[in-house]
């Protein structure tokens, strides 16, 4: 996982109105200081683009699906001993018996999503749902596999 760091925080932006105008301040050392309306936007949408970066890369970040071949699984080695084929074998069976766990509808969206590679948006006009839904699923759906699969997998290494 990537260790993002950030130039700033949600409490480096902070404005002020007063008598119908508006104030921006940027934190810089523990202080802040006043700043043009255009500066404020540049730095708070640098701000917000990197967050949103970050938590989307820790939403995909359960399991690169796109990574995935039935015949290796969650390995790319080319040469693995027997040992390695035992435990991907495991780690295998294991994710098929959660999948056959989901309802119908989280079925089909892993089956569209991880396996035909379709969007968000494509899933929601196959099954007559909102993008938002379907992010909703994905995301329920990526946290049973994290939990189901930690005792196999170290995640947050």
Known sequence: MKDYKYD????????????????????????YIEVSEDVFKVCRSSYDKARHTYQMEVAKSVLYFEDIDLATFFVSIQQKSILDEIII????????????????????I????????KSTRDI??????????????????????????????PFNE
């Open 8 to 31: 700033y925080s949600r409490k480096s932006f902070k404005t002020i109105e007063k008598d119908g105008i508006t104030k921006y301040y940027l934190r810089v050392n523990r202080e």
């Open 89 to 108: 074998h495991d780690l295998y069976r294991r994710v098929i018996e959660i999948i056959d766990e989901f309802d119908e509808l989280n079925r089909t």
């Open 110 to 117: 892993f089956h569209l999503s991880f396996i035909e590679k």
């Open 124 to 153: 929601g006009v196959e099954l007559g749902m909102s993008h938002a839904g379907v992010i909703y699923r994905l995301k329920k759906i990526r946290k049973i596999l994290r939990e189901k699969l930690s005792n196999y997998l």
